[in-house]
């Protein structure tokens, strides 16, 4: 049994209860880590939380930009879309936060992690799995996973220990967001029928009313810009979310897969990655090669799977951001995406290096094709069909 753990440590009710439960019923030391990767909320209080309820240790880190330049870049290049929907949000963090509770257990000398999720969820598998592919000698404890307390008994145990947390009794909703979108599951919406209540949304509240347009930048793959604006990557998302948002564009609501088995509905919104994503996927059209293209849209299923099924550090992932990485060097140029109220759509799109040739594409007198290598080109290309028709198909008959 581990002697000193770290935790992720959300401040949430949960974490808070499992501060405490772990030093009493798993007889071990608690460091907290939380982590800020551009959630809503804020961590103000968390240190007080964490020491109130026991902790030896608290830390807390930014890691808004490593988050963008490590996670969300690879995953941008890589159009990496679960079940050709979910951007991944949660499934991003996890890993982040990993590495960060593992060097703080090199730091604190501790021989264990701990997590907050239950057992019926992604997250346990991706905390865990991350730790067993990064620092595989380290012990993880679930301390939710073990307890079976209902959410009733976990607010009776914090208030026996007073364990200062802000929860009532009512809790509708688990939400989990960051800079790449939020996720909001359970209340009514476990019926899959149930339409989301408007009140769900916090991202994609409606108030734009002017159409306008939206020019997004990248390089190698990345976006880089905004109108010509220069921005880090966590920024301009950030940007995206607000203006993107304000056209109340970016809502997915969908019956997922989950890693343990279950089919879940699942609301989410996230109007910039939704957006950044269309804009990238946009401009390869232009820039990749037909073949590259196709193999690496095939690719692109399988890597949002791994990333969801807690594999982001895995040989095969690893692996596949090569390939990626090996295709994105022309993925250089401008996408231009118009917005209205509800609405988000690419306008125009244009690279130095585009593959998009006027004079092979255009029907005016500039036309270059040699239209009459067409022919034998199809001859041959059919040529096997028409064996076949002959001689067992329709035409044989
Ligand atoms: N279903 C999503 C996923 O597995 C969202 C999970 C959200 N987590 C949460 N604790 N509410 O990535």
Redesign the pocket.
Known sequence: MANRVVLAYSGGLDTSVAVRWMIENMGVEVVCLSADVGQEGTLEGNREKALGAGAIAYEELDLREEFARDFLAPVIKANAL?EGQ?P????LSRPLIVKHQVELARKYSADGLAHG?TGK???QV?FEVSSMALAPELEMLAPVRNWGFTREDSINYAAEHSIPVGATREKLY???DNLWGR????GEMEDPWAEPPEGVWKMTVPSATEERDLVIGFEAGVPVSVDGRTMALHELIIELNHVVGSYGWGRLDMV?N??VGIK?R?T?EAPGALAVMMAHADLESITLERDLQREKLRLEHRYAELV?DGLWFSPLKEAMDAFVDASQEPVTGEVRLHLEPGRCFVTGRRAPKSLYDYGLATYDAADRFRHADSEGFVRLWGLGVQTWSAIQGPGSR
């Not at 996720?183 to 359970?186: K, L, P, Q, R």
Request: with cysteine; hydrophobic share 25%.
């Open positions: 679960y979910y991944l949000v949660s499934a999720c969820g992604n997250d991706r688990s939400i989990d996720a909001i599951e359970c997922e989950r890693r879940s699942e989410y969801y």
